[in-house]
């Protein structure tokens, strides 16, 4: 690492705290059972609850996790040499099974399981980095909160008027455009 990544009070791209040592900024061990057995993650402590539930929503809704990455204090991919430090090493973002959805790639989900990724990694607080509108990383979830907000674990009901509302806008613009421009 340079340097100038092992500054005290630095912080992630996101805005929050980041350091070589977990332990400053309260990085936690997260222990899940899923379909393809135990795996286990390190993020931060406030993000912890809906980084388990994007990772159980994913091996439920996605397909198994085989992978995971979090916690890793390094400067942004791609971007070596800027200073950026990544979120993930603030523990502020996630990898789910990057060898099937690598950096950059484009189209390792359908466009349907995709509005549903983005609404719920939305209803917890999260970005998903297949809709990032440069360089995709379909692997990648990160943190939009402020480092002051709350995590809030969102409520099923929640998540289904949120999907129910995206889908509803999706299936209008597939019969609009099936009707008034075939």
Do not use: C
């Not at 523990?91 to 390792?108: K, S, V």
């Not at 349907?112 to 509108?133: F, H």
């Not at 692997?139 to 999907?163: C, G, Q």
């Amino acid at each position: 690492m340079a340097a100038s990544l092992t500054v005290t009070g630095s912080t992630s791209q996101n805005g929050w705290p980041a350091s070589p040592r977990g332990s400053d900024i309260g990085i936690v061990t997260l222990a899940l059972r899923l379909r393809n057995g135990a795996k286990t993650v390190q993020v931060a402590e406030k993000a912890a609850d809906a980084f388990r539930e994007i990772i159980e929503w994913w091996d439920a809704n996605v397909e198994p996790v085989e992978t995971l990455g979090g916690y890793n204090y390094r400067e942004i991919r791609g971007y070596e040499g800027s200073g950026t430090i990544s979120n993930h090493g603030s523990g502020t973002a996630i990898d789910i099974n990057a060898t099937r959805h690598p950096l950059g790639a484009t189209g390792t989900v359908s466009s349907a399981t995709a509005v549903q990724i983005i609404a719920k990694a939305a209803s917890l607080g999260l970005k998903w980095g297949g809709a990032y509108r440069g360089r995709k990383d379909p692997m990648h979830f990160e943190v939009v909160l402020s480092p002051t907000t709350d995590m809030i674990r969102k409520t099923a009901t929640n998540y289904w008027w949120v999907t129910f509302i995206a889908g509803a806008a999706i299936a209008g613009a597939v019969i609009y455009r099936h009707r008034f421009r075939s």
